[in-house]
């Protein structure tokens, strides 16, 4: 059973930094393509960033340069490092792991999700 559990979230001033965190069970980080996404009160979903096998990453045109995510083989863990934060990156982030079909993630599992706030 594929468990994904994310932490980390916070209220963070804008210009800080945040990591979350996404420990999974029942399937390996090094061999699947994790990702994470983060949707808004009253928006869609959006993808943030995305982490294939072979290392390569993929980052959404709002977070490039600021967010960097990476995997830790020994914990089995995710992570989501996000510094220069902006108010318009307030959203639950939930982590996710699925396959990539000619260039696109398609997730099929999802973490609970963990609140990212960013106000003065």
């Known amino acids: 059973q594929v468990q994904l559990v994310e932490s980390g979230g916070d209220l963070v001033q804008p210009g800080g930094s945040l990591r979350l965190s996404c420990a999974a069970s029942g399937i390996i980080v090094s061999i699947n393509t994790m990702g994470w996404y983060r949707q808004a009160p009253g928006k869609e979903r959006e993808l943030v960033a995305y982490?294939?096998?072979?290392?390569?990453?993929t980052y959404a045109d709002s977070v490039k340069g600021r967010f960097t995510i990476s995997r830790d083989y020994a914990k089995n863990t995710v992570y989501l490092q996000m510094n220069s934060l902006k108010p318009e990156d307030t959203a639950v982030y939930s982590c996710s792991t699925g396959p990539v079909y000619s260039g696109t993630y398609y997730p099929n599992y999802w973490g609970q999700g963990t609140q990212v706030t960013v106000s003065s």
């Open positions: 982490i294939r096998t072979s290392g390569t990453t």
